[in-house]
């Protein structure tokens, strides 16, 4: 009989310990809660963070430690850190005002704008008359471009709080965001007015008036802010700023280390180290980051800026082991990462500098500078649509991320979509009304736009603010040679060369010009300089090789291009000029089988082999150029100009259509501005029977070369199919008159079809 009470003496027995482990976490939560709170009292937060960070180990909902944890990272300038854990925390505590308010105001922050909305929106649910959510909620609207609504939810908070100084600051952002001057300056002096003592109105003051070119006034205001507060961090980087940008370093020196020794603060003492940097003291900075990095909580970031010093200083190995030591112990910190993708890109290790960027992206995937890291390499590896993406996803966390929206310009340039760029050329000077980059942008646009008069009045302006600018005096030449003014052009061009011997831009120009005036001589003699000093440039060998044709030297101009080609094996204009000039000497067999030496010798060659089936194409060898062109797209999936090639010839001999698809899509991925590749799109969804989807890509390969017999016979074979007789016979006719013999029978016959 005893022994049937046993199950359930048992399960008591494991009540028990289970009462007994719950209140043990609790109480070893609070435990590590309490001590938390000790070192956050005693100005510790690099051993708060320690004790926060376990009692959420031991209960991850616990959001009263998570706050703090949060709290802490901000605290030590960890922003990435801190802002996740205010999500977290809110998360956690749903009822808490004070969580909840933070958590919207952090997603703002991040460009969550409409995860920050329905915050803000849930807060009001239980309290319309919450000022804060109203602002918060307003700021959401203006980042959804819902500038109407914005402005509706602070005229409410305006109405329930006329002496809200939060809600006329929040007024002056937005009517600055509108273009609206004199009320944006209204409403931030009243806020001040409001509440004198508001640092926060006086920032935002002291910024609008800096843009607006009035640094005096910026001054006196950043002045009272940090008579106000004297330690404040933003305050006093925003006076330093403004005294470096007047020239006034001494001063913006004592502002930041009155700081940095006062407040001790991890923050404060990383932006006195990058005044230094600023500056070129680099022992300086390294003394005091060296500090930061004895420190536990500041010693990974402070050993990457130490890392990039080391290599400023031209002691890469040195640099290499403390980046690489620091990246084994803490593989996902970012900026870490980013700083080892630029080395590589620096090295020309495109393919290893790729790896690491993603890496940096995916570590943190908020972070603005890994995804424009991560642009900049595949902007290298001519990778322009995966360049594009990577700067738009910068823009979407950063909206008047500068430097994003030049190089959107420049890709949309590049790919001729020429309102794209003035687009975002406009934006990035709105952005940065100073930024000369920015102001060249606009000018190129409006060139592109033949709005030659605004054009005319911007490079005026520019050429009395900044004289002695190369890249102003080359727009001007562009200006001027879109005026059919070849004189101007080429003195603007030579006055750029002289402020900037080799500017890139100009030596390409002048040497189009010398060729026009058949001297290509000149063209040789300057060239050839600029090679000697940078003997990898691609752009600068295709020019000499112009240049060489042009004279009538062909064995240079083969020799520049086969560096070209060699140094960069996605450079497909490369690929094209060698085999003109091979086949304008009658040398197509000797010429192949030196390149197919080349590939016995470098299997992994893809330029070589690459070059092999473009000659062997040349010389009509198609059945071979196929196979060779399939080694090489076996070899390396985005070698894409063997891979345009192979679906152009699958497409003409209407096999493997969708394959020929799936290769020339990969191809425009990666060369998303050569018109070839539209062209070979476009013929073959022409094969597989959709002419409907043909004659898109079809136009976009004309806009770029519009006179190319063998595209507008394409798109008129397209057109026929689908009946549209006279658009087929217009571009048929126009085929014909350019090359009688483009499409052969076929192309006569199907014009014959639609007259």
């Not at 703090?68 to 977290?88: C, S």
């Not at 919450?130 to 602002?135: N, Q, R």
């Not at 290790?349 to 995916?362: G, H, M, R």
């Not at 100073?434 to 646009?445: E, F, K």
Request: glycine residues 6%.
């Amino acid at each position: 009989m005893p022994q049937k009470r046993w199950p359930g003496v048992a399960l008591i027995g494991l009540m028990l310990l289970a009462s007994t482990a719950c209140r043990s976490v609790e109480s070893r939560k609070l435990a590590h809660l309490q001590k938390g709170d000790q070192y956050a009292a005693q100005k510790r937060d690099d051993f708060a963070v320690i004790e926060y960070a376990n009692a959420v180990q031991l209960d991850p909902m616990f959001g009263e430690a998570r706050f703090k944890l949060a709290q802490a990272y901000e605290r030590l300038n960890n922003l990435p850190a801190a802002f996740p854990e205010y999500i977290r925390a809110a998360d956690s505590l749903p009822d808490d005002r004070n969580a909840q308010g933070k958590a919207a105001q952090v997603l703002l922050l991040l460009g969550r704008f409409a995860d920050a909305e329905a915050r803000a929106a849930a807060l009001l649910a239980k309290n319309p008359k919450d000022i804060d959510a109203l602002l918060i909620q307003a700021n959401a609207k203006a980042g959804l471009r819902d500038p109407a609504g914005a402005m509706a939810q602070i005229a409410e908070a305006i109405r329930l709080s006329p002496g809200s100084s939060q809600a006329f600051l929040n007024l002056g952002v937005l009517r600055v965001q509108q273009g609206e001057a004199n009320e944006a300056e209204t409403a931030f002096r009243k806020a001040i007015a409001l509440d004198p003592r508001s640092v926060d109105s006086r920032l935002a003051l002291a910024n609008f008036l800096w843009a607006a070119g009035r640094a005096k006034e910026a001054e006196s205001a950043l002045q009272e802010a940090i008579a106000i507060e004297p330690l404040h961090p933003l305050a006093n980087r925003m006076l330093s700023s403004l005294y470096m940008a007047s020239g006034r370093s001494a001063e913006a020196e004592k502002s930041l280390k009155v700081l940095a020794d006062a407040s001790r603060s991890p923050g404060a003492r990383f932006q006195l180290a990058e005044y230094y940097l600023e500056v070129g003291r680099r022992q300086e900075a390294a003394t005091v980051l060296k500090g930061l990095s004895a420190e536990r909580a500041t010693h990974a970031d402070a050993e990457v800026e130490l890392a990039a010093i080391e290599q400023a200083d031209g002691r890469a190995e040195d640099a290499r082991k403390r980046l690489d030591s620091l990246l084994t112990k803490v593989p996902n910190h970012t900026r870490g990462l980013i700083l080892k993708a630029a080395w590589l890109a620096r090295a020309n290790d495109l393919d290893e500098a790729l790896k690491v960027a993603k890496t940096a992206v995916a570590s943190d995937p908020r972070s603005a500078e890994a995804h424009f890291t991560l642009g900049a390499i595949h902007a290298r590896r001519r990778e322009n649509a995966d360049a594009i993406k990577a700067y738009t996803e910068v823009l979407s966390l950063n909206p008047r991320a500068t430097a994003a929206q030049l190089e959107l310009a420049r890709l949309n340039f590049s790919t001729g979509n020429e309102s794209a760029a003035l687009q975002f050329a406009e934006e990035a000077r709105s952005s940065a009304p100073s930024n000369l980059d920015a102001n060249l942008a606009v000018v190129r646009g409006l060139i592109a736009a033949k709005e030659l008069a605004r054009a005319g009045s911007e490079v005026r302006r520019l050429r009395e603010a900044v004289p002695n600018s190369a890249a102003v005096q080359v727009v001007s030449g562009v200006l001027y040679a879109s005026q059919n003014d070849a004189v101007a052009a080429r003195a603007a061009y030579e006055r750029a060369l002289q402020l900037s011997p080799f500017f890139p831009e100009a030596m390409a120009r002048l040497t189009y010009l010398d060729i026009a005036e058949k001297a290509p001589a000149r063209a040789i003699a300057r060239l050839e300089p600029a090679i000697a000093k940078d003997g990898n440039n691609t752009a600068l060998l295709a020019l000499l090789a112009e240049a060489y044709r042009a004279s009538g030297d062909m064995p240079r101009a083969e020799e520049s291009l086969r560096r070209a080609v060699s140094g960069d094996p996605r450079f497909q204009m490369g690929y094209a000029m060698l085999a003109q000039l091979y086949t304008k000497q009658g040398r197509l067999e000797e010429a192949r089988k030196e390149w197919e030496q080349l590939v016995s010798r470098d299997p992994v060659n893809t330029g070589a082999r690459t070059m092999v089936g473009v000659l062997l194409e040349t010389q009509g060898k198609r059945d071979a150029a196929m196979k060779t062109y399939e080694e090489a797209v076996k070899s390396d999936p985005r070698a894409a100009v063997a891979a345009n090639n192979l679906a152009y010839i699958y497409a003409e001999q209407g096999t493997s259509l969708d394959m020929a698809l799936q290769l020339a899509t990969s191809a425009k991925q990666v060369l998303p501005n050569d018109s070839s590749i539209d062209d070979t799109i476009g013929w073959v969804y022409y094969k597989k029977g959709l002419p409907s989807l043909a004659v898109g890509p079809l136009k976009e390969s004309l806009k770029k070369q519009p006179d190319q017999p063998e595209v507008l016979y394409h798109l008129g074979m397209s057109y026929a199919k689908l009946g549209d007789k006279a658009k087929a016979k217009e571009a048929l006719a126009r085929a014909l008159t350019l090359n009688p013999k483009v499409g052969g029978d076929e192309a006569r016959r199907a014009l014959q079809s639609v007259q």
